[in-house]
């Protein structure tokens, strides 16, 4: 599957909304849980603390795509200022974001000009986003989504954790029962059909 088709299959699966975890919280919060990687201490984070958060991301990336083609998209917030370097050594080239994202993003994107959309497309294996992760624990780069057409599950980390997003209720308890001490454990913004530290459901 190449870019463009797997582009179609995502605005299909997310109704055209732009890959970015916290707006689909809202649209598809039926489809939802997050994890999240933060410490409990106040001091800043460590290389080796953001190396946990890059394993963790990888984890359970690995547990929803191993032996798909993914979709990998990014929205480079100001690449002069944000680490590249990964996604454009997987093949990551630049692509023009549909209208409906850049209508959605308008609030959120502090200068459209200097944003940059790529994506590439790859098979899964564990590992292959490494360097990605790191940079996303870090706060190097602004927004990533990996998609897979096959499901429409999707994970889109951030620096303290991910918003995951996981159709089919069984495989979604399967991920909760296998990562449940890295599930919030109150209730979190968007949340309020859900009882705290729970699985998403879908609705109808």
Same mark, same amino acid.
């Given at each position: 599957?190449?870019? @463009?088709?797997?582009? #179609? @299959?995502?605005?299909?699966?997310?109704?055209?909304?732009?890959?970015?975890?916290?707006?689909?919280?809202?649209?598809?919060? /039926?489809?939802?849980?997050?994890?999240?990687?933060?410490?409990?201490?106040?001091?800043?984070?460590?290389?080796?603390? #953001? *190396?946990?958060?890059?394993?963790?991301?990888?984890?359970?990336? /690995?547990?929803?795509?191993?032996?798909?083609?993914?979709?990998?998209?990014?929205?480079?917030?100001?690449?002069?200022?944000?680490?590249?370097?990964?996604? *454009?050594?997987?093949?990551? /080239?630049?692509?023009?974001?549909?209208?409906?994202?850049?209508?959605?993003?308008?609030?959120?994107?502090?200068?459209?000009?200097?944003?940059?959309?790529? @994506?590439?497309?790859?098979?899964?294996?564990?590992? +292959?986003?490494?360097?990605?992760?790191?940079?996303?624990?870090?706060?190097?780069?602004?927004?990533? @989504?990996?998609? +897979?057409?096959?499901?429409? #599950?999707?994970? +889109?980390?951030?620096?303290?954790?991910?918003?995951?997003?996981?159709?089919?209720?069984?495989?979604?308890?399967?991920?909760?029962?296998?990562?449940?001490?890295?599930?919030? /454990?109150?209730?979190?913004?968007?949340?309020?059909?859900?009882?705290?530290?729970?699985?998403?459901?879908?609705?109808?």
């Amino acid at each position: 599957m190449n870019v @463009a088709e797997a582009l #179609d @299959a995502w605005q299909a699966q997310y109704s055209a909304q732009p890959p970015v975890g916290f707006m689909l919280r809202f649209s598809h919060e /039926s489809v939802w849980t997050r994890v999240h990687y933060l410490r409990e201490s106040t001091e800043p984070a460590s290389i080796e603390d #953001d *190396r946990q958060t890059a394993s963790r991301f990888d984890a359970v990336a /690995s547990a929803l795509f191993t032996g798909t083609t993914v979709l990998v998209l990014a929205i480079h917030l100001d690449p002069r200022h944000e680490d590249t370097a990964g996604l *454009r050594a997987l093949g990551a /080239s630049a692509i023009t974001p549909p209208d409906s994202w850049i209508e959605s993003l308008s609030g959120y994107l502090p200068d459209l000009s200097r944003a940059e959309f790529v @994506a590439t497309t790859l098979s899964w294996q564990r590992g +292959c986003l490494d360097r990605v992760w790191m940079a996303v624990a870090r706060d190097f780069i602004g927004r990533i @989504a990996v998609f +897979c057409p096959a499901t429409g #599950d999707a994970f +889109c980390p951030y620096g303290g954790g991910a918003d995951v997003f996981v159709w089919g209720s069984e495989r979604r308890s399967k991920l909760g029962d296998r990562f449940r001490a890295w599930l919030p /454990s109150t209730a979190t913004p968007g949340s309020t059909k859900r009882a705290p530290g729970s699985i998403a459901v879908e609705q109808g």
